[in-house]
């Protein structure tokens, strides 16, 4: 059986040929469980709050150490790296990075037509006195 990440858009899993390190969803304590569930912010088709399965974990690239952490006042005692609900969707992100190319492209052109010119007028002998 192939389990994957229950973060949105992650797509790491667990198969014999990948040995990644995924983390149950926690049970007990009751806090705890809800602070994961919380740290995923996800959302079931009918919009209502998701509730973990026994089967949905949550795989080590979420962990800044790369591991869960029992001890309350540890980081990693939820998870909190990559937890995919960045509001820009992958388009947008694709976009703007689009758009900044563009500027940077447009300013290299201006940038090279200013240097040829500055050029040209380096090289150009000032005009002759009486023509």
């Known amino acids: ?23 149950r969803v926690p049970k007990k304590p009751d806090t705890r469980r809800k602070l994961w569930i919380s740290a995923i912010k996800r959302r079931d088709q009918d919009g209502k709050a ?18 869960k952490s029992n001890d309350k006042s540890n980081p990693d005692y939820v998870p909190s ?11 947008s992100l694709r976009a703007a990075r689009h758009d900044r190319l563009q500027k940077r492209d447009a300013e290299k052109g201006r940038q090279e037509v200013a240097s040829v010119l500055l050029d040209l007028s380096e090289n150009v002998p000032p005009p002759e006195k009486g023509m």
């Open 50 to 67: 998701w509730e973990p399965s026994d089967h949905d974990r949550v795989c080590h690239l979420h962990f800044i150490s790369g591991q």
């Open 1 to 23: 059986m192939v389990v994957s990440c229950c973060v949105v858009n992650c797509t790491t899993r667990f198969d014999k040929d990948n040995p990644n390190s995924f983390f």
């Open 81 to 91: 790296i990559n937890m995919g609900y960045d509001e820009r969707t992958d388009a």
